[in-house]
Structure formats: C-alpha cells, structure tokens
C-alpha cells in the first residue's frame, strides 16, 4: 500500500515538471511533430533548440528575413502573425522538449 501512495505521488510530480503546450503550438504540428522532431519538410528537428536561437528565427521567418532551407515560403505564414509574447512562449516550450 504504501508503495503505491509512493507511486501515485511521483506521478504527480511528473506530470507537474512535464510543460504543457502552448495553443499556439497546434499550428505548428503537423509539420513539426507533436514532439518537434519531424523533419519531412526540409526542416531540421526543432526540440530542445536554444531558446535564443528559436526566438531569433522565429521572429526572421516573422520578418521574412530567414530562409535557412529555400523552404520559408512554407514557414512565413506561420510565424507572420506571431506576437512577441506567443514568440517566447512557444520558444519557452519547444526548447524543453527533448532532443
Ligand atoms: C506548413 C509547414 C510548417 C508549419 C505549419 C510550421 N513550420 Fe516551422 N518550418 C517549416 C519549414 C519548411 C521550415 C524551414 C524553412 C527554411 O527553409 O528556413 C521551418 C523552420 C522552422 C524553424 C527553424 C528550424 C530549422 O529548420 O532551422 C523553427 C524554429 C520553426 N519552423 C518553428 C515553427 C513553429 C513554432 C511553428 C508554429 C507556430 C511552425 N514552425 C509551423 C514548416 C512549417
């Protein structure tokens, strides 16, 4: 019995660690993955990328600065509606998930 108290205890915790996605981060799944790492796209994996570095591209794609693969056009429509604070947050997000 105590076992499982001990169990159901450390559930909680790991679902309390484990970050939630943002909504926003719907719009970018089906091409990068539920778990950022799809790559069919000519993207490379975006999971567990530097916060800095998502940040930086999300906000060139934003711009229409960016076109790291000659696949932007796919990635600018996405990003162009962004706001700074839907930016952070999914870079908060995307750079947590595993590599
Ligand atoms: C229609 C498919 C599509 C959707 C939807 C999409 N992306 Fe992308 N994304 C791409 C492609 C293609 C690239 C590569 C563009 C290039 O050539 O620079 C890319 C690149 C990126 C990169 C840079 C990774 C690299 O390859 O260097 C990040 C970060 C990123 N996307 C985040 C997002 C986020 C966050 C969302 C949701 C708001 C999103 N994407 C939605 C297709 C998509």
Redesign the pocket.
């Known amino acids: 019995m105590k076992k499982l108290v001990l169990l159901i205890a450390a559930g909680c915790v790991s679902m309390a660690l484990a970050a939630e996605a943002p909504a926003?981060?719907k719009?970018?799944i089906?091409?990068?993955g539920v778990d950022g790492k799809k790559t069919s796209?000519?993207?490379?994996a975006?999971a567990g990328?530097p916060k800095a570095t998502?940040i930086e591209?999300?906000k060139g794609?934003r711009a229409k600065t960016?076109?790291?693969?000659?696949?932007?056009n796919?990635?600018n429509p996405?990003?162009a509606n962004?706001t700074d604070e839907q930016i952070e947050e999914?870079a908060t997000y995307?750079s947590g998930l595993a590599k």
Do not use: E, P, T, V
């Not at 796209?41 to 490379?44: L, V």
């Not at 960016?66 to 932007?72: D, E, F, I, Q, V």
């Open positions: 926003i981060y719009k970018c089906s091409c990068h796209f000519g993207n490379d975006i990328m998502l591209d999300l794609y960016l076109n790291r693969h000659g696949k932007a796919l990635m996405n990003a962004l999914l995307i």
